[in-house]
T-cell receptor, first 112, second 114 residues
C-alpha cells in the first residue's frame, strides 16, 4: 500500500526566496506523481505531473523532480510571491483504477 | 470548455441521514473519481467510475456508493451518516481511462454531520 509523506507540514518564508517542498513515497512502482495546490476551502489545482519515465517537469517558476529509486519528489518554487501562499499536496498514482494517494500537504505562507 | 462543477457547495445533515452529492465532469471526460478530505488531511480516494461502471475503490464501506450517467455527470451517495463523515468531498474528472493524464478537480462540497 502506497504511503505519501510531505515535509515540512508548514513553512513561512519572506517574499522573493527560493524554496523546496519535499514528498516521499513508499512504493517505487509509482506510475506518475502529481503536485497540486489548494487554496483554503477550495478544490485542487494541478501544477505538475511527472510520469515514471521522467525525471522532472517545469512550469514557469515551478520545477518538480522525481527520483523513484529513493522514493522522493521535490517541488522547487523560485522567487516566491505572496500569491504562492497555499497548501501544496503531492499525490502518487499506481496506474490502475486505484486513484491518487495524497500526502497531508505543506501549508506555505509567503510573507510580503 | 467548462470546468468540473459540484453541488451543493455546503450541506448540513444529522447522524443517520442520507446524502447525495453531485458532480458535473469537464467536457469530454469520461472518468470521474471521488475523494474525501477531512480537515487538515490530504484527500482520500473513495472510488472511480469509467463509462458508468465502478472500476476502482478505496478503503470506504459500502454505505458510500455512486453513479455515473451517460452525460458523465455523477453522484456520490452516503447512507447512515456518521459524525466522521464530516469533510470536504471532491470529485475529479479526466479523459479516457488512463492514469497518466492529470485530473481536474471541482471546488468540493463541504458536508457537516451533526
Amino acid at each position: 500500500k502506497q504511503e505519501v509523506t510531505q515535509i515540512p507540514a508548514a513553512l513561512s518564508v519572506p517574499e522573493g526566496e527560493n524554496l523546496v517542498l519535499n514528498c516521499s513515497f513508499t512504493d517505487s512502482a509509482i506510475y506518475n506523481l502529481q503536485w497540486f495546490r489548494q487554496d483554503p476551502g477550495k478544490g485542487l489545482t494541478s501544477l505538475l505531473l511527472i510520469q515514471s519515465s521522467q525525471r522532472e517537469q517545469t512550469s514557469g517558476r515551478l520545477n518538480a523532480s522525481l527520483d523513484k529509486s529513493s522514493g522522493r519528489s521535490t517541488l522547487y518554487i523560485a522567487a516566491s510571491q505572496p500569491g504562492d501562499s497555499a497548501t501544496y499536496l503531492c499525490a502518487g498514482s499506481g496506474g490502475g483504477a486505484d486513484g491518487l494517494t495524497f500526502g497531508k500537504g505543506t501549508h506555505l505562507i509567503i510573507q510580503p | 470548455e467548462t470546468g468540473v462543477t459540484q453541488s451543493p457547495t455546503h450541506l448540513i445533515k444529522t447522524r443517520g441521514q442520507q446524502v447525495t452529492l453531485r458532480c458535473s465532469s469537464q467536457s469530454g471526460h469520461n472518468t470521474v473519481s471521488w475523494y474525501q478530505q477531512a480537515l487538515g488531511q490530504g484527500p482520500q480516494f473513495i472510488f472511480q467510475y469509467y463509462r458508468e461502471e465502478e472500476n476502482g475503490r478505496g478503503n470506504f464501506p459500502p454505505r458510500f456508493s455512486g453513479l455515473q450517467f451517460p452525460n458523465y455527470s455523477s453522484e456520490l451517495n452516503v447512507n447512515a451518516l456518521e459524525l466522521d463523515d464530516s469533510a470536504l468531498y471532491l470529485c475529479a474528472s479526466r479523459p479516457s481511462g488512463r492514469a497518466f493524464v492529470t485530473q481536474y478537480f471541482g471546488p468540493g462540497t463541504r458536508l457537516l454531520v451533526l
